[in-house]
């Protein structure tokens, strides 16, 4: 996990308006810059690079380049209202922070902004023959940008918003993040085997959302100076309400001052956010397929598709054994293989329960899982499959389709006492933080 400061300038630099900042920079380094050499520069420089027409160029790039970016920021708010009207509105925020999308519409604006800003120097009288030599190739080189993003942007449309790009990129999203999380799989400290004693100091949230990340150095380094063990409660992903416990502090009692400081480690937003949370990304590719499943839309094939997908993003998924402790005074509860299948395959199971080609799908994913990794999936994949089975059990499916799908399920003769067709999951720990959604 990556610090408080860290994570808010990663925000930061996600945003359009710091490229857009940087061409105006440039607009102003240009002009200083040609104060500055202009002393040394010869006119007969400024007449063989033709310099004086430098104010027909910026009139030229201001003019149009107003133009071009309300044009291309209207296709891009479509493609957003799009992947939210065809996908899920989780997603629109992975094409809001595409890089290509963003560098061309920030070297568009900025490219406006450096033609205002060159203008109004021009009009001004700031700049004599040599030092519009600078401007000029200034210009030049911003022009040679556009250029240059023009034909990204182009080939860029291509693909979009549309609903193959959406899912490339949700399913992009999801393993990125998994991957952290086998890499530290309790964020860097040590597996928090037990619930926190009830004679623990709680420290409560100061304010509702979800959990976005969690500074594990600034607990650690509390933890340290405090002597005290730090038993989270939450993980990145979790929803909090003001006043619900962060996390559990035993073993030293803490100052109000130490618990304030400790509740701002932990960094609450207004909505769940792919980067720190594994499960989010599965829930989103959960709710692209419902909405496939819907009687509005009826795409079975796209629901079957991300069935592909989602076995992809899970077969890296291995409970954690040796992972290397950089917090040892922070405990964090466990994300297990039955938070993943809840996440992923049950609103398949659930809206696809009629439909008998979505079933069997589902059961091959299943059944793919427990083979590929029967340690960590065997119980989760046979639990779910179960339910969705007993589902489909209890639409009106023909015979044939339901001989087909157990045959697919590839499931033995259910346990005795189990009493609604699912079979307890062996070995399961108990599920971390808030459901989810």
Avoid at 189 to 214: C, W
Avoid at 355 to 376: F, G, M
Wanted: proline share 5%; glycine share 8%.
């Amino acid at each position: 996990m990556i610090s408080r400061s860290a994570w808010y300038l990663r925000a930061l630099l996600r945003q359009v308006w710091v490229r857009v900042a940087l061409f105006a920079a440039l607009a102003i380094v240009s002009a200083v810059l040609a104060r500055v050499l202009s002393p040394y520069l010869p006119e007969t420089v400024a007449l063989s690079t033709g310099s004086e027409a430098v104010a027909q160029l910026l009139g030229v790039l201001t003019s149009s380049m107003l133009a071009v970016t309300t044009f291309s920021l209207s296709i891009a708010v479509s493609a957003f209202a799009a992947a939210a009207g065809t996908a899920t509105p989780r997603a629109t925020v992975l094409l809001q922070e595409d890089r290509t999308t963003q560098n061309v519409l920030a070297t568009f604006l900025g490219a406006f902004l450096f033609g205002l800003v060159g203008l109004i120097a021009l009009r001004a009288d700031l700049y004599d023959a040599s030092g519009k030599v600078v401007v000029f190739l200034f210009t030049v080189a911003v022009i040679g940008l556009v250029v240059v993003a023009l034909i990204r942007w182009i080939d860029h449309l291509m693909e979009f918003g549309r609903m193959g790009d959406t899912l490339d990129r949700v399913e992009r999203a999801a393993p990125a993040s998994l991957r952290k999380r086998i890499d530290t799989p309790y964020l860097g400290g040590r597996a928090l085997a037990m619930q926190p004693s009830r004679h623990a100091q709680t420290v409560d949230a100061t304010e509702t959302g979800y959990v976005q990340t969690i500074d594990m150095h600034a607990l650690q380094e509390r933890a340290e100076a405090l002597g005290a063990r730090v038993m989270l409660c939450r993980l990145p992903g979790a929803f909090v309400a003001r006043g619900d416990p962060l996390m559990a502090v035993g073993g030293s009692p803490i100052s109000e001052d130490a618990a304030s400081a400790m509740a701002r480690a932990v960094i609450i937003g207004r909505r769940r956010t792919f980067d720190e949370d594994p499960r989010f990304g599965l829930i989103a590719l959960g709710e692209i397929a419902s909405r496939a499943l819907s009687p509005a839309v009826n795409d079975p094939g796209t629901a079957i598709d991300i069935l592909g997908r989602l076995v992809r993003v899970l077969v890296p998924w291995r409970d954690a054994d040796g992972a290397e402790i950089r917090f040892p005074d922070v405990f964090v509860p466990a994300i297990t293989a039955q938070d993943f299948m809840e996440d992923a395959f049950r609103p398949i199971a659930r809206d696809g329960a009629a439909l008998s080609e979505v079933q069997i799908r589902l059961q091959k994913a299943l059944s793919s899982l427990r083979q590929d990794a029967p340690e960590d999936f065997a119980a989760a994949c046979e639990r779910m499959a179960r339910e969705a089975l007993a589902r489909a059990e209890a639409e009106s499916l023909l015979p044939a389709e339901l001989a087909a799908i157990r045959a697919a399920a590839r499931l033995e003769t259910p346990p005795s006492g189990a009493g609604d067709g699912i079979a307890a999951p062996r070995g399961a720990r108990p599920a971390a933080g808030d459901p989810p959604g």
